[in-house]
């Protein structure tokens, strides 16, 4: 059981734009920052948006990041086939002292 | 760039202990604006973060309560790496271990990851 709740799968057609959820609480999202990550097949998390709403270097402006109160958004719009990937949310916990993940959320390109 | 590369068995029996090592490239394990996570994932548990060191004038340790006991994490500046050390492993430690560069607040950069098997 994640401590940051997503929805298991979202999809979408080329060129539509898709949102998904990320929930929290008053230690994690509602104090600090999220993140949110790209995860290819057999490859290592890709930082996509990092401070609720900023993108890296190199991350295309397709993506971006929202955050409200305890909950946290990434939206993917101008979908495209390469975006077929797993996306996972996290932020710190200061409950914990920790870093804590969503469950992620596989997106399929129809 | 930093790079962040990993080593270590990828089978370890049951009741002894895992050890990785994550080699720094790019930046420095010393480094006074960055933090030096280990994290696993598995089908069961997901994404779980274990443990971080970090250097501000002296070395500090956060480690996750569900290993707590059985984690060390350990940095080498001599190499400019960090360690995992998980004692008394289960099958459920079975999982895909990366390690991480935290920067900024966010965890930026992650190693390639290293499957470890708990079995006998």
């Known amino acids: 059981q994640s401590v940051l709740t997503q929805p298991p799968s979202a999809s979408g057609t080329p060129g539509q734009r898709v949102t998904i959820s990320c929930s929290g609480g008053s230690s994690n999202i509602g104090r600090n920052t999220a993140n949110w990550y790209q995860q290819l097949p057999g490859t290592a998390p890709k930082l996509l948006i990092y401070?609720?709403?900023q993108r890296p270097s190199g991350v295309p402006d397709r993506f971006s990041g929202s955050k409200s109160g305890t909950s946290a958004s990434l939206a993917i719009s101008g979908l495209q086939s390469e975006d077929d990937a797993d996306y996972f949310c996290a932020a710190w916990d200061d409950s914990l002292s920790g870093w804590v993940f969503g469950g992620g959320t596989k997106l399929t390109v129809l | 760039q930093v790079y962040l590369q990993q080593s270590g068995p990828g089978l370890v029996k049951p009741s002894q202990t895992l050890s990785l090592i994550c080699a720094i490239s790019g930046d420095s394990v010393s480094s006074n604006s960055a933090t030096w996570s280990w994290i696993r994932q598995s089908p069961s548990r997901g994404l779980e973060w274990l443990g971080r060191t970090y250097y501000r004038s002296k070395w500090f340790y956060n480690y996750a309560v569900s290993v707590k006991g059985r984690i060390t994490i350990n940095p080498d500046t001599s190499k400019n790496q960090f360690s995992l050390q998980l004692n008394s492993v289960t099958p459920e430690d079975t999982a895909v271990y990366y390690c991480?560069?935290?920067?900024?607040?966010?965890?930026?950069?992650w190693g390639r990851g290293t499957l470890v098997t708990v079995s006998s």
């Open positions: 991480a560069r935290g920067y900024g607040g966010n965890i930026d950069s």
């Open positions: 401070s609720s709403n």
